[in-house]
């Protein structure tokens, strides 16, 4: 029995059909009420675990699901050990730092030494100011991290960007990314290794059926 780990929300639609198309139907997470967070394939052979998008990799990390999908933002954030086998393209966005249109910021480097910057990401501030050689105190939120700015907590936020609209919306702008996101299908490196077939069949028919970035 091979067990996938799929995020809720943003990634869902795109990865049940990613791996309808590569012969695993989990339709059943899909269907307006549905609260079963263990749901088997049509053809039994296979079963998705339904957990929150940041805890993909730690269910593929502990061998619990021998698969999952999940965006590059999050493998960046949380360096968990697991095996990233194919980009599938979906899901694209970009890790951007914003600031409130109407300040004269226009590039990290503009912010001030020991600004407050507000992220979901941390992590990946961090790693980015450190580069920067630019001293900034983090501030870590669960989300809606564009209220940093607007109520005057922080200067600065590190968060994704899609379409823009939601900076727009709270006169927010980039000013500089990090780097582009794209969902990612991982594995759990042993169960990888010990494979005999079956694993390996499911990531090939799915490699048929990723989409290249940027195609
Ligand atoms: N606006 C967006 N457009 C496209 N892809 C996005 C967008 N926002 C996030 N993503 C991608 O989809 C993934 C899942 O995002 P989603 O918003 O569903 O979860 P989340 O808010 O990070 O998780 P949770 O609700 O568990 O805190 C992200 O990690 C990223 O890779
Ligand atoms: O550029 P856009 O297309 O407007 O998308 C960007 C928004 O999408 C994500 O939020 P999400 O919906 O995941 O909510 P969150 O703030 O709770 O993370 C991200 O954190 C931005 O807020």
Redesign the pocket.
């Known amino acids: 029995m091979i067990t996938v780990a799929l995020a809720k929300g943003?990634l869902l639609k795109d990865s049940v059909a990613r791996f309808a198309a590569a012969g695993l139907d989990f339709a059943g997470l899909l269907e307006p009420g549905n609260r079963q967070l263990m749901v088997p394939s049509a053809c039994g052979q296979a079963r998705a675990l339904l957990v929150r998008n940041a805890d993909v990799p730690v269910y593929v990390a502990y061998g619990q699901a021998q698969l999952g999908v999940v965006g590059y933002d999050v493998i960046r954030e949380h360096q968990l050990p697991v095996a990233q086998l194919l980009d599938l393209g979906f899901g694209g966005?970009r890790m951007s730092v914003a600031v409130k249109a109407s300040s004269g910021y226009r590039r990290a480097s503009d912010l001030p030494a020991h600004c407050r910057v507000a992220s979901?990401f941390t992590g990946c501030a961090q790693a980015f100011f450190d580069a920067l050689d630019l001293p900034v105190e983090l501030i870590h939120l669960a989300?809606?991290?564009?209220l940093g700015p607007i109520t005057g907590m922080s200067e600065a936020i590190v968060?994704?960007?899609?379409?823009?609209?939601?900076?727009e919306e709270n006169g927010l702008i980039a000013i500089e990314d990090l780097f582009h996101s794209t969902a990612r299908l991982v594995g759990h490196p042993l169960a990888l290794r010990l494979d005999d077939g079956p694993l390996q069949a499911i990531v090939d028919r799915i490699a048929l059926v990723a989409t290249p970035r940027g195609s």
């Open positions: 943003a966005c979901k989300g809606s991290v564009e968060d994704l960007v899609a379409t823009g609209r939601t900076l």
